[in-house]
C-alpha cells in the first residue's frame, strides 16, 4: 500500500512563501478588480497562504494511509502549490515595476486574481476529496 506524499509537497511549499521576503520585499501586494482595491504587505499575505498550506499538509498527512483517489489529490496538491507560488511570483515583479507603468500593474493584477480564483476552485476539490473519503469509510463500515 502506498502512502499519499501529497503532504510533503504542500509543507516543501512553505519556505517558497517567503521568497519575496528572502530578497528584501517588504512592498504592498495590490490587487484591482473593476472598482475593488485590495492592499496587503506581502509579510501578511504570506503568514495567511503558509498557514493554509500547513494546515492542508496536516489534513493529508493525518490521511497519509487512507487510499484517497490519487488524480483528486495530485490534482489539489499540484495546483494549490502552483498558484502560491505564482503569488508568490507575481509579488516579486509587482514591487520591481515602477508606479509610471500602469499596464503591467493593471496585468499583473489580473494574473493575481486568476491565481486566487484557481486557489478557491481547488480547495472546493479538496473538499469534495474529504467527502469522498468519508463516504467509501462509510460504504466500508456498512458492508
Given at each position: 500500500m502506498?502512502q499519499?506524499?501529497?503532504y ?12 519575496p521576503?528572502?530578497y528584501?520585499i ?7 478588480l ?5 492592499a496587503s504587505?506581502?509579510?501578511?499575505l504570506?503568514?495567511?497562504?503558509t498557514l493554509i498550506?500547513?494546515l492542508l499538509?496536516?489534513v ?5 494511509k487512507r487510499q484517497?483517489?490519487r488524480v ?6 499540484v ?8 503569488l508568490?511570483v507575481?509579488?516579486l515583479l509587482q514591487n520591481?515595476?515602477s ?7 493593471q ?6 486574481i486568476?491565481?486566487?480564483l484557481?486557489?478557491f476552485v481547488?480547495q ?6 474529504i467527502?469522498?473519503?468519508?463516504l467509501k469509510?462509510?460504504?466500508?463500515l456498512?458492508?
Amino acid at each position: 500500500m502506498k502512502q499519499n506524499w501529497s503532504y510533503r509537497i504542500l509543507w516543501w511549499t512553505i519556505p517558497l512563501t517567503f521568497l519575496p521576503l528572502i530578497y528584501g520585499i517588504e512592498s504592498e501586494f495590490d490587487l484591482q478588480l473593476h472598482d475593488i482595491y485590495i492592499a496587503s504587505k506581502w509579510l501578511h499575505l504570506a503568514f495567511l497562504l503558509t498557514l493554509i498550506l500547513g494546515l492542508l499538509g496536516g489534513v493529508y498527512w493525518l490521511l497519509r494511509k487512507r487510499q484517497l483517489n490519487r488524480v483528486l489529490s495530485g490534482f489539489h496538491t499540484v495546483f494549490t502549490s502552483l498558484s502560491i507560488l505564482g503569488l508568490s511570483v507575481v509579488a516579486l515583479l509587482q514591487n520591481g515595476s515602477s508606479l509610471v507603468d500602469f499596464d503591467l500593474l493593471q496585468q499583473l493584477s489580473k494574473v493575481s486574481i486568476i491565481l486566487l480564483l484557481v486557489l478557491f476552485v481547488v480547495q472546493v476539490v479538496f473538499l469534495f476529496l474529504i467527502v469522498l473519503e468519508l463516504l467509501k469509510r462509510s460504504n466500508a463500515l456498512v458492508k
